[in-house]
């Protein structure tokens, strides 16, 4: 049984590598080692920003709060960075990116090279007991709100608005291998999306690309779950999963077709925007135990698609069958569903739904 996030390496969680430095950048890159000695003293803090993927507001709070600025300043001389003070700041990013709160990663950096691990560097992050973790900040600035979630949500958030897709992979595998996909979902992209999305609402549509960055980052997260090609044992009728005609948002599908995976339930995922012509005809040839609709918003949820899904059947004449039908996402509510479909709310009661659903009708 996965355990949930908020759990996360908590008593009984198995072992991480304790006393394994941090995986941060090991030296500055060629690319930086480049922009420095083009720059023959050292890059400027705006350099350094647009190199790091955050504000030059960020690098100059971390320096006035934490003492992580460059090495020589002279006051009155505008900032330079010269290759040590770049690789502690990318550093700095990595670690926050992991989840680890900016007091505790700038101790790390500050760390002599060589020296032990410190407590609270990044193997120990999540082991850090909820209430030892201070509150989730706001999301003023670059930041986003994702509520009381675990380190990784906070990582997975800072990864995503850096554009750091690395760290965003990592952090996924992580949740999905410790978690299970109905945790990882539920806890850690959701919420993240859904700051996202809030961010995205509130900012004239800035923030775009980090929606689309993560949302491709989730997706493929999702798509490795489970053997590249899942059995389908005999006798068993898989479930067909499809969003409806002019809908987009996939995600919660694809989080569905993985958590179904992982248990062993044969699924076949059709994506975005399906026209109904299309997924009844598919409902007829392969005659599935159950079809699950998505509509993101209202003005995809066309009670119509449904209806004539739900005349779809095969089978000898005298011994029709059809298949259960469900329709998933916000778009439905307030719709009128025709006879015999049947709503589905969360990721976790969809599985527990679909594991033995509804007898075909
Ligand atoms: C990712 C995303 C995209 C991606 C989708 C990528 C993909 N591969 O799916 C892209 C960039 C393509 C996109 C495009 C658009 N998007 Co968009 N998008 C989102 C975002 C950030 C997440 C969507 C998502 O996966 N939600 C699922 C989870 C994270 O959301 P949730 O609220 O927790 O889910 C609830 C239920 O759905 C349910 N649930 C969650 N998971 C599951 C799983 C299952 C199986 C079940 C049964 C239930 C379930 O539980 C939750 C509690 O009710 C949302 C923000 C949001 N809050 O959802 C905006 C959002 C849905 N998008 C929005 C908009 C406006 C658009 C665009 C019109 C923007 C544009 N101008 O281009 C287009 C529309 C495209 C189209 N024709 O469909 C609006 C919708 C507003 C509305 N009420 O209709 C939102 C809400 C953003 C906002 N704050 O305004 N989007």
Do not use: N
Not at 11 to 24: K, L, N
Not at 148 to 173: F, Y
């Amino acid at each position: 049984m996965p355990r949930r996030l908020s759990q996360h390496g908590g008593p009984g969680a198995p072992a991480r590598p304790a006393a394994a430095p941090p995986a941060g950048p090991a030296s500055p890159d060629a690319a930086v080692q480049d922009l420095v000695a083009a720059e023959g003293a050292g890059i400027s803090t705006g350099a350094l920003a647009r190199r790091l993927g955050v504000s030059p507001t960020t690098i100059r709070s971390w320096e006035r709060r934490y003492g992580i600025g460059p090495e020589r300043h002279s006051p009155g001389h505008h900032r330079r960075y010269l290759p040590p003070d770049v690789e502690r700041l990318e550093l700095m990013c990595h670690l926050t990116a992991q989840g680890l709160p900016p007091a505790e990663a700038a101790r790390v950096c500050r760390r002599p090279p060589g020296a032990a691990p410190a407590a609270g560097a990044p193997a120990a992050v999540d082991a850090a007991p909820a209430e030892d973790r201070p509150a989730p900040r706001s999301g003023g600035g670059h930041t986003l709100p994702v509520g009381p979630a675990g380190a990784l949500c906070r990582g997975l958030a800072r990864a995503a608005v850096r554009l750091d897709d690395p760290a965003m992979h990592e952090l996924l595998a992580t949740g999905l291998a410790t978690h299970g996909v109905v945790a990882t979902w539920e806890e850690l992209a959701a919420p993240v999306l859904r700051a996202v999305g809030a961010k995205w609402a509130v900012s004239g549509g800035r923030y775009v690309e980090v929606e689309h960055l993560l949302s491709c980052a989730i997706g493929r997260a999702l798509q490795r779950v489970g053997p590249d090609t899942p059995p389908e044992p005999p006798g068993r009728r898989t479930v067909l999963l499809a969003a409806a005609p002019e809908e987009m948002h996939v995600l919660p599908l694809q989080a569905l077709a993985a958590a179904l995976t992982e248990r062993g339930i044969p699924v076949r995922l059709f994506g975005a925007g399906v026209p109904t012509v299309g997924l009844t005809a598919a409902v007829v040839r392969t005659g599935p135990a159950a079809v699950v609709l998505w509509s993101q918003s209202r003005t995809s949820a066309d009670p119509r698609g449904l209806a004539a899904l739900s005349t779809a059947e095969w089978g000898q004449p005298g011994a029709r069958q059809r298949a259960a039908l469900y329709a998933a996402g916000p778009g439905w509510s307030g719709r009128d569903l025709p006879p015999g479909v049947a709503r589905l709310y969360s990721l976790s009661q969809a599985v527990g739904e679909l594991e033995q659903p509804g007898p075909a009708r």
